[in-house]
């Protein structure tokens, strides 16, 4: 693989990992726009543990999974009593004061950022994105996935079925926060560097993007729409400053022409092999009777 | 001692404001009836249902379920006492299939973590499922479990709402306007489908406008007007009552109050 290459492959893994958090809540029909605060908290927390406390990557990385579910666990009560666009805004509002607290501290290096020792490869992202992809599928297809598509279509009426909405809203934010945490320390340990800006409002609206565009009805979302926002960025580098312009319109059709999303549960089942291979049979028939 | 009825409504009170809908309302549904409760619109049956099923808090009075006070519980652990209702207007969740918008139906079922975790969306011939689609077969909805719900014709749609209602195993079920917006062939299936149900010792409560509905379904009736309970009785002596008749029935309003009914 050539260095262009792994590193395209590379964000594209960490970016994935980071679609995937923001689409579990999305998924039960909340949405964060505070993304970029919990990656920043995964990264530092990764950073810390490892040029600080000198702690091997197999420590770092759980350990800053651990303190960002607990983050998302926490930050779940005070926003879980907002809805809409307030709680867009609450989310934002979280990942605000993490990056100006980052900014500000001498203990995480302020500006300047922190060096990370220890490197993880690309093979190792890799694995991570492929293991939480196929987890966000599982998880997706159990009763709780049920639950949480049932909240983001109907609270009360989930409610009357027997489903303890809050419950599902704050376990949701917290896998979030694990996978953002993920996300972030694996940034930290493949780019061997961290900086408060990084991790800006930008990057949160760009995570959001993937997902909504991606679409929040099934697992496939988030891959479809990590592929998109990586790489159509690459693929319009041609066009110099215009691919900007370019990218920008293109979401705008995106979402003029498929609001729900580009991947909607009814695409997932008109493209299935079942359905497929039913479908041929009937044209086929039609052909026979013609 | 006469048996504890199914459901048992207390003197109770709501109020919206200076509005009161429940004004001292109080009936028993004896355990194993198929109760109609009617009335004209906004007379409070819908209300009613909210009261019972938890949706809103009740201002006085008692609600008890087999004997169990429940009125005190929240409405998520209703559904877990035998309490399961359906809605006016069709309140499935329009991005889950039916199949999907049925097995959500048995969620208080699937109490253990092994339940919670099995991929159901997954399992085609599994055991949620199966149950699931024998419902579906037995109310005689005959569409691909796996289509959304939203392209589907609205009398299949509010029986899909009656089968996910049922899907929880409730010992009382209770429908707002299951008939409204059916075909007279669909209106007679649904009513020997509820019959078959209730032989099994199901009780039912069911709001409902369409009175040769009420009256091929239900052996008792009550009467809701303007919050208040203006009769308790067998079906057949509805028609004759004073009160009902001035209120509701045997006056040019039964039809407006079909024909809201039916829009709403
Ligand atoms: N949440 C609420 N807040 C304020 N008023 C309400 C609320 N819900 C219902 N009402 C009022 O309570 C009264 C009873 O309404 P309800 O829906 O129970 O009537 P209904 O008997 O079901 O009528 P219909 O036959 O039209 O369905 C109406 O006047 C309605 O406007
Ligand atoms: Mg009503």
């Given at each position: 693989?050539?260095?262009?290459?792994?590193?395209?492959?590379?964000?594209?893994?960490?970016?994935?990992?980071?679609?995937?958090?923001?689409?579990?809540?999305?998924?039960?029909?909340?949405?964060?726009?505070?993304?970029?605060?919990?990656?920043?908290?995964?990264?530092?927390?990764?950073?810390?543990?490892?040029?600080?406390?000198?702690?091997?990557?197999?420590?770092?990385?759980?350990?800053?999974?651990?303190?960002?579910?607990?983050?998302?666990?926490?930050?779940?009560?005070?926003?879980?009593?907002?809805?809409?666009?307030?709680?867009?805004?609450?989310?934002?509002?979280?990942?605000?004061?993490?990056?100006?607290?980052?900014?500000?501290?001498?203990?995480?290096?302020?500006?300047?950022?922190?060096?990370?020792?220890?490197?993880?490869?690309?093979?190792?992202?890799?694995?991570?994105?492929?293991?939480?992809?196929?987890?966000?599928?599982?998880?997706?297809?159990?009763r709780?996935?049920l639950?949480?598509?049932?909240?983001?279509?109907?609270?009360?009426?989930?409610?009357?079925?027997?489903?303890?909405?809050?419950?599902?809203?704050?376990?949701?934010?917290?896998?979030?926060?694990?996978?953002?945490?993920?996300?972030?320390?694996?940034?930290?340990?493949?780019?061997?560097?961290?900086?408060?800006?990084?991790?800006?409002?930008?990057?949160?609206?760009?995570?959001?993007?993937?997902?909504?565009?991606?679409?929040?009805?099934?697992?496939?979302?988030?891959?479809?729409?990590?592929?998109?926002?990586?790489?159509?960025?690459?693929?319009?580098?041609?066009?110099?400053?215009?691919?900007?312009?370019?990218?920008?319109?293109?979401?705008?059709?995106?979402?003029?022409?498929?609001?729900?999303?580009?991947?909607?549960?009814?695409?997932?089942?008109?493209?299935?092999?079942?359905?497929?291979?039913?479908?041929?049979?009937?044209?086929?028939?039609?052909?026979?009777?013609? | 001692?006469?048996?504890?009825?199914?459901?048992?409504?207390?003197?109770?009170?709501?109020?919206?404001?200076?509005?009161?809908?429940?004004?001292?309302?109080?009936?028993?549904?004896?355990?194993?009836?198929?109760?109609?409760?009617?009335?004209?619109?906004?007379?409070?049956?819908?209300?009613?249902?909210?009261?019972?099923?938890?949706?809103?808090?009740?201002?006085?009075?008692?609600?008890?379920?087999?004997?169990?006070?429940?009125?005190?519980?929240?409405?998520?652990?209703?559904?877990?006492?035998?309490?399961?209702?359906?809605?006016?207007?069709?309140?499935?969740?329009?991005?889950?299939?039916v199949i999907e918008n049925v097995m959500l139906g048995q969620h208080v079922q699937a109490?253990?973590?092994?339940s919670?975790?099995a991929?159901v969306?997954?399992q085609r011939g599994g055991r949620w499922r199966r149950m699931a689609e024998e419902r579906l077969r037995q109310a005689?909805i005959?569409?691909?479990p796996?289509?959304?719900?939203?392209?589907?014709?609205?009398?299949?749609?509010?029986?899909?709402?009656?089968v996910r209602a049922l899907m929880s195993g409730?010992?009382?079920?209770?429908?707002?306007?299951?008939?409204?917006?059916?075909?007279?062939?669909?209106?007679?299936?649904?009513?020997?489908?509820?019959?078959?149900i209730?032989?099994d010792?199901?009780?039912?409560?069911?709001?409902?406008?369409?009175?040769?509905?009420?009256?091929?379904?239900?052996?008792?009736?009550?009467?809701?007007?303007?919050?208040?309970?203006?009769?308790?009785?067998?079906?057949?002596?509805?028609?004759?009552?004073?009160?009902?008749?001035?209120?509701?029935?045997?006056?040019?309003?039964?039809?407006?109050?079909?024909?809201?009914?039916?829009?709403?």
């Open positions: 693989m050539s260095g262009y290459m792994a590193g395209i492959v590379a964000i594209l893994c960490i970016n994935l990992i980071f679609a995937y958090a923001i689409f579990v809540t999305a998924a039960a029909g909340q949405l964060n726009l505070g993304g970029a605060g919990f990656q920043a908290i995964g990264a530092y927390a990764a950073a810390y543990a490892s040029s600080v406390l000198m702690q091997p990557v197999w420590i770092t990385i759980p350990a800053a999974m651990a303190i960002t579910a607990l983050v998302g666990f926490l930050i779940s009560f005070p926003v879980l009593r907002t809805r809409g666009v307030y709680m867009v805004l609450a989310t934002f509002a979280f990942a605000e004061v993490v990056a100006g607290f980052l900014l500000r501290s001498t203990t995480f290096g302020g500006a300047i950022g922190m060096v990370v020792p220890d490197h993880v490869g690309v093979p190792v992202l890799i694995a991570c994105a492929v293991g939480v992809t196929l987890l966000v599928f599982y998880l997706m297809a159990t709780v996935g639950a949480m598509r049932a909240i983001h279509d109907d609270e009360p009426v989930s409610t009357i079925m027997g489903v303890n909405v809050r419950a599902v809203q704050v376990a949701t934010f917290t896998l979030a926060g694990a996978l953002a945490g993920l996300s972030g320390a694996l940034y930290a340990h493949h780019f061997s560097f961290v900086e408060a800006q990084y991790f800006n409002a930008l990057l949160s609206i760009y995570v959001l993007l993937f997902v909504l565009i991606g679409g929040t009805q099934t697992a496939w979302g988030p891959l479809v729409g990590s592929l998109f926002f990586t790489l159509i960025p690459e693929l319009l580098r041609v066009g110099g400053s215009w691919r900007y312009v370019v990218f920008g319109v293109a979401i705008v059709l995106m979402m003029a022409i498929r609001p729900e999303g580009i991947v909607t549960r009814q695409l997932v089942a008109r493209l299935s092999p079942r359905n497929w291979l039913t479908r041929r049979k009937t044209v086929l028939g039609e052909r026979h009777a013609g | 001692m006469p048996a504890e009825p199914m459901l048992r409504v207390s003197h109770v009170v709501k109020r919206f404001g200076g509005l009161t809908v429940a004004d001292d309302v109080s009936f028993d549904v004896p355990r194993g009836a198929k109760m109609a409760l009617i009335g004209p619109n906004g007379a409070g049956k819908t209300t009613m249902f909210n009261l019972i099923s938890g949706v809103y808090p009740i201002d006085g009075g008692e609600i008890s379920l087999d004997g169990q006070v429940i009125d005190a519980l929240p409405a998520r652990k209703r559904i877990g006492v035998g309490l399961s209702r359906s809605f006016q207007n069709i309140r499935l969740m329009p991005h889950l299939t109490t253990s973590l092994a919670l975790l991929p969306g997954w005689g005959d569409v691909d796996d289509s959304a719900v939203s392209g589907l014709p609205y009398g299949v749609r509010k029986k899909i709402e009656v409730p010992r009382l079920l209770m429908l707002d306007e299951p008939a409204a917006g059916l075909n007279p062939r669909e209106t007679a299936e649904l009513s020997a489908f509820l019959k078959g209730a032989e010792g199901l009780t039912l409560l069911v709001v409902e406008h369409d009175m040769s509905f009420v009256h091929d379904l239900c052996e008792q009736t009550v009467v809701l007007n303007f919050g208040r309970l203006i009769y308790d009785g067998p079906t057949k002596g509805v028609q004759d009552d004073e009160a009902v008749r001035e209120a509701y029935l045997g006056t040019r309003r039964v039809a407006t109050a079909e024909g809201a009914g039916r829009a709403a």
